[in-house]
């Protein structure tokens, strides 16, 4: 038997277009190294009030920077990420609240299903520009995610309980708790060492705290499964 | 013959540890790498100011972070960094105009101690905390750096007149001219397209873009010689 898996703890919003390009990397490499990776959805609006942050994008510069930017890296990266045509209306007013209550009540119910629901919701509002704040619309995610309709709309009730509400505060206040002021973030517990990575372009550097091999953001054991 | 090098600008100050991360990885790759690397020594207040961008230590939980990145990815890509005791005399009211008007100087008058100079100006303020201000400060780093007290005069005598204060200006507005709102910056000449890179984790990235291999920050010939 070898060493026990270190748990690395991933906050997410599916708001954010670097925890999309994150939440991939660690995907691939959760069964390539000695990890135990928890997906934790928080929400990106509650850490940028309390960390006092402002989203990039906000800076003219930043902006288009960043629409660039995410078109690199998801060429590189082999994630299917394009910019939301009015993306101030879709990620600035629309906001992730419904999407992430969801996830947070999926997290409890079907754990098995939370990295499909996610990306189906990823696919959604960082892909193809569609909506992901009408019912409807959660509920498509889930269902090309692979659960029935009951299940799916089982789940969505559930969203409005305040167990849920209460536990997507409490995962988000936990991320600003380790320090965050935006997403993603990658808590890594190493040899009694807590490490907090912010962004989606940290991937090397945990490689090294973990003493694993980084072999870029498409292994060659995905590479051929893409 | 092979391919003609493609030629990348790197825009730095020496007052940013970021710059300092992903000048020595470039200086690492650039006999590895078909490239010309061109050193284009820029003024961070500027780029800061004309762009509209406060620099990330300002928000008190970006600072405390950003003590812990840069001394982990220190330890990753081997460079002796280690934060100023008094960060914010040192970074934001000293500066690094007389610095980086000298770095300007030394680019035209001895192009070929520029990337030894700026090693050991960066060695003075990020790792040894030591005054980048004081004419005896850099006359101090340009000997360090192998020139004859003599010659490093001669160059910080041409840092007052309006040939280098222009040049260092003009530097400056070039990078802002391709989008930057910070540094570094790295501006990679493409098959025809220009792709303008920000900060020192779009090294994968930008081997990427060159088609090139990407062996992580140290790569294997280098670590041989550390």
Redesign the interface.
Known sequence: MGPAPRTLEFFYDVLSPYSWLGFEILCRYKNIWNIHLQLRPSLIAGIMKD???KPPAM????A??LT??IK??G??IQVPINFPKDFFSVILEKGSLSAMRFLTAMKSEHPEMLEKASRELWMRVWSRDEDITEPQSILAAAEKAGMSTEQARRILEKTSTPQVKNQLKETTEAACKY???GLPVTVAHVDGQT?????S??M??LA??LGEK?M??VPPAVESRL
Chains 1, 2 share one sequence.
Not at 59 to 62: D, E, F, I, V
Not at 195 to 199: E, I, S
């Open positions: 960390s006092g942050n800076l003219p510069r930043k288009k920077y660039n930017d690199l890296l060429q590189q320090g965050a002021f490490h907090m990575l912010f962004g372009d940290r090397e550097l090294h705290l980084w870029g953001p």
